[in-house]
């Protein structure tokens, strides 16, 4: 497979903030990666040092096995936190200034505005928009030039629900054309339906990273509610095959390293002395995943 | 470090799309337009009113009811009008340099400037986008007040037209370099201070204080070699009838020291320009 992006052990350090820790991704051609991770956990710095914009304080990386070059970010289009243009330009005129970069045409300006559905507007001045017009049009800078590679800073940022489904529908698009995405978010569910890889990212450590699909259908997740919920979360520990838990609203949320059924928990509690009041298998989604991960991290320092 | 990727511009500079860049942001700025506009008239009328402000001093400047020492001279005369505008038109150059510090100290407050460089366009690429159109701007300005001053020195009731094409056309080209470097040191801060208000304000200390504070601390010799002295001894005073009242003879050419001194300070400034935007985050 074609390596489109290499990290080798980036950290950047801001003062006495460790911003990023010792990160390591590769990413391959046609992989649509999701970085996530709560707010300050490091998705930023990572997007604007491996498009040159901030300087890392150790560690390295490689486009399309090289330094980072000016031609090379012609071949990546980027949305950077927030939309970056010219107040006072019309959308058609902030548009023209990226393509002129890019060696896109007016076709193509067109074209991308009329995707993000802003070609109506194209005339008003920047200033005039809305938060969700310009995130709109960022993602329409971004799209400029046909990139090879696309990443996405909070993308849905200041989208209404329409907006949201849409940039969905357009990662999704990007993908089978072949592009190769990469996605910073909070957001899980989000990351959830259009990634195929995903890495998680906490105070600047990375915490995994690896396919979605293998985060998905590794393990499942068991609810389990008692009167006892004290003796239930000592009890349960005792249950083979227990890796971790945690208590959501008076239920307990088991992740345990093999299939179980539910009966056999069931009975083994019964033996214990617990009746259940609750007990329901969940597939395990993202968001369960990457809650136990951040928790348990926050436990590890603690 | 990469002592390379410090000192020397990247190998492979495109600036063609750059200035095209450059140009749709100016043309379509409003408020450029209509400064650069209000400043040149401003020039022009300055052009205009300087011959009665002269004449008006001239007549006063003997004792009361004695005739006055000076004769009443033309400051439209050909040659000495291309030495005499070009000399006035320095004294506004720091409108331009405002406009100049605007539309930097923009694109960091806008984070274009970022926006533009992830995009695709090297750092240094920014930078010499920049320093052509201060060089435009600055061949154009005065363009303007070369003809602004071969129309004036036309339209007197008596014209030596065998004294138009005079070395003194050379104050013309004098006066681009004035305004080239001027502005370049204008974009130098620019690019230090990143703020509109603090970059303007640092500008204004270091011509009206700094530099002359500097200046009175060093041997004459050196002290006429500082940026802005050097800026301001392109185009020496002309030596009208009034200046000879002083005893006052000044140079009437453009010296070569002078001129090497600023070619030498843009080259310096351009570079501090490359050192401050390669070492810092965006």
């Not at chain 1, 996530?36 to 491996?50: E, R």
């Not at chain 1, 849409?166 to 990469?182: D, F, K």
């Not at chain 1, 928990?265 to 617990?274: Q, T, V, W």
């Amino acid at each position: 497979m074609e390596e489109v992006l290499n990290i080798k052990n980036l950290s950047k350090r801001y003062g006495s903030v460790q911003a990023l820790n010792n990160f390591t991704l590769s990413v391959n051609k046609g992989e649509v990666w999701g970085i996530l991770g709560p707010n300050g956990s490091g998705k930023t710095t990572t997007l604007s040092i491996i498009l040159g914009a901030v300087k890392q304080s150790r560690g390295d990386y490689q486009w399309f096995g090289n330094q980072v070059s000016s031609e090379a970010l012609q071949k990546i289009g980027a949305l950077l936190e927030h939309p970056n243009f010219y107040p006072y330009l019309s959308a058609t005129d902030n548009l023209r200034i990226i393509a002129q970069i890019r060696k896109a045409d007016n076709e193509e300006i067109k074209r991308v505005l009329k995707f993000v559905n802003l070609y109506e507007r194209r005339n008003h001045k920047y200033q005039t928009f809305s938060l969700g017009m310009k995130q709109r049009l960022a993602l329409a800078s971004a799209m400029l030039g046909k990139p090879e590679v696309l990443i996405l800073d909070e993308p849905t940022n200041g989208l209404d629900p329409t907006g949201i489904a849409e940039i969905r529908n357009l990662i999704s698009q990007l993908a089978s054309e072949g592009s190769t995405v990469i996605l910073a978010s909070h957001l899980l569910d989000e990351v959830q339906k259009v990634c195929t890889h995903v890495a998680v990212l906490s105070k600047g450590k990375n915490l995994f990273s690896g396919n979605v699909n293998q985060v998905l259908s590794d393990e499942d997740v068991i609810e389990v509610g008692a009167v006892e919920s004290d003796k239930l979360a000592e009890v349960i520990q005792g249950f083979p095959g227990y890796k971790s838990h945690r208590i959501n609203n008076n239920l307990i949320q088991l992740s345990l390293s093999n299939h179980t059924d539910t009966a056999q928990l069931n009975s083994f509690l019964f033996e214990k002395g617990i009746v259940c009041t609750h007990l329901f298998a969940k597939k395990r989604s993202l968001e369960n995943y990457y809650l136990e991960l951040i928790s348990n991290q926050s436990g590890a320092h603690q | 470090m990469h002592i390379n990727k410090l000192f020397l511009p990247a190998m492979t500079l495109n600036l063609k799309p750059t200035l095209k860049t450059e140009f749709i942001k100016l043309l379509n700025y409003r408020t450029f337009v209509i400064i650069t506009l209000i400043y040149l008239a401003l020039l022009f009328l300055v052009f205009l009113s300087i011959q009665g402000f002269l004449n008006n001093i001239t007549i006063n400047s003997g004792n009361q009811g004695e005739a006055p020492p000076v004769q009443l001279f033309s400051v439209y005369k050909f040659p000495d009008i291309w030495q005499n505008l070009s000399y006035l038109a320095g004294h506004l150059k720091i409108f331009p340099a405002f406009l100049i510090i605007i539309l930097i100290t923009n694109e960091f407050s806008f984070n274009t400037h970022k926006q533009i460089i992830i995009s695709g366009v090297s750092r240094d690429e920014f930078i010499l986008g920049k320093v052509v159109i201060i060089a435009i701007f600055s061949i154009l300005v005065s363009l303007m007040v070369g003809i602004s001053a071969f129309f004036l020195g036309i339209f007197q009731s008596e014209v030596d037209y065998s004294a138009i094409l005079s070395p003194k056309l050379w104050f013309i080209a004098a006066h681009v370099l004035e305004l080239f470097t001027y502005l370049n040191l204008a974009a130098l801060f620019a690019f230090i201070f990143r703020k509109t208000g603090i970059t303007v304000l640092v500008f204004l200390l270091y011509s009206v204080v700094i530099e002359r504070i500097i200046a009175l601390n060093l041997p004459e010799n050196i002290s006429s070699f500082l940026p802005l002295q050097a800026i301001g001894n392109l185009i020496p005073v002309p030596n009208s009838p009034l200046m000879k009242l002083f005893g006052v003879n000044f140079s009437e050419t453009t010296h070569w020291n002078d001129v090497t001194a600023c070619i030498i300070y843009n080259v310096v400034f351009v570079f501090l320009m490359f050192v401050v935007l390669r070492k810092r985050d965006l």
